[in-house]
């Protein structure tokens, strides 16, 4: 059995780490704190003087990189945040610093367009719709990534079939390929039934760094599927990158639609574009006497979305085979992109791009008193 990583390996490793301009390295200085081992993913905070912010990415490369090179470690996460009293132009006490993003905390932008996909709760098929959504843009001729940044809960690796390391050079990280796809999920680097205890902060990193550091190659849209709700994760994010729009997913469900509501009100509260709502398992056909069932309700999307003035983007039906592909790790638009349960997709993925540039171009005003 394998020797369990400790923090005084982590600690040791950073030993090597020095920052420009200072003789002792990070943990002589009393640079390093908070370190979080689990399940070979290690995270820690360096703490910087913000005169230093300049060389924020090359601390944080360096020091991950030598935690890296230890046996074990799958993942390495380095948060910078800086301390002194806020002035005019410092940066705030405890602020994280940079992790590479520029001083004028430009909005993280890997493609032309960033649309979100989310939800108010889980368990209303967010990531299968994303999935396919992605599919369907792709098959459009875009160039088309997905990045699954729900943390807790990642589904990317089932959902494409593959869940394998990313290859890396030590700056950049490389997207697995899958059905065309560019892809990127923390599920690539831990085990399918591992938890990631991690607090807010530490997800903010990782969820950053997926969005700067992998090797985005030349996209014309990213999908990104959200976290269900609307914590500090979201925000965060709806907040650090450049959105060009949101798409809702919700069931007909009262409680739901409650829940969606939330998320969409979010997403204008930071000036994000609602490029529509999508009203998923609206209803299920039976395979042996063919009527129709709302077994969640129906129309209460529809109707929402003409209550808040957003588009109603489609419904997609409760079927058998959108489940089944989705666990065999082949989406049912990968599988049978001209079969009738694909189509669905490709319809909402035509009135997303249809109306993407304009909601780019007017993009709510909303003023917050």
Not at 291 to 309: K, P, T, V
């Amino acid at each position: 059995m394998a020797n369990e990583l400790t923090e005084q390996q982590v600690s040791t490793a950073l030993t090597t780490v020095t920052t420009p301009g200072r003789d002792r390295d990070l943990v002589a200085g009393g640079q390093v704190s908070g370190i979080v081992i689990k399940d070979g993913h290690v995270g820690f905070t360096i703490e910087i003087d913000p005169s230093e912010k300049d060389h924020a990415d090359q601390i944080r490369n360096a020091s991950e990189s030598a935690v890296r090179a230890l046996d074990g470690v799958l993942s390495a996460t380095a948060m910078l945040t800086a301390h002194q009293a806020a002035g005019a132009g410092d940066t705030p006490p405890g602020k994280p610093i940079g992790s590479g993003q520029p001083a004028s905390n430009e909005p993280l932008k890997p493609a032309r367009h960033l649309i979100a996909v989310a939800s108010g709760k889980g368990g209303v098929g967010k990531s299968t719709t994303s999935i396919n959504l992605a599919l369907a843009i792709a098959a459009t001729g875009q160039r088309v990534g997905i990045l699954d940044a729900d943390i807790y809960g990642p589904s990317l690796p089932r959902l494409i079939g593959q869940n394998r390391k990313p290859q890396s050079d030590g700056k950049k990280i490389y997207p697995i390929e899958a059905w065309g796809l560019q892809t990127m999920s923390i599920g690539y680097l831990v085990a399918e039934d591992a938890p990631t205890i991690w607090r807010g902060p530490m997800v903010m990193s990782a969820i950053e760094q997926m969005l700067r550091d992998v090797a985005w190659d030349n996209l014309d849209v990213l999908i990104i599927d959200m976290p269900p709700g609307t914590g500090d994760a979201q925000l965060t994010l709806s907040q650090r990158a450049a959105l060009s729009g949101a798409v809702i997913v919700s069931t007909p469900q009262d409680l739901a639609l409650i829940d969606a509501r939330k998320g969409l009100n979010m997403f204008r509260k930071v000036n994000v574009p609602v490029l529509g709502i999508i009203e998923n398992m609206s209803h299920f056909i039976c395979t042996d006497c063919g009527s129709r069932h709302d077994i969640f309700g129906h129309g209460g999307a529809a109707a929402e979305a003409a209550r808040i003035g957003a588009p109603f983007l489609g419904e997609v039906p409760l079927e058998m085979a959108i489940r089944a592909t989705s666990d065999e790790g082949t989406p049912v638009v990968a599988k049978d992109p001209g079969g009738p349960h694909a189509a669905h997709y490709t319809t909402i993925a035509g009135a997303v791009m249809a109306q993407l540039d304009d909601a780019v171009k007017a993009g709510p005003k909303i003023v917050i008193e």
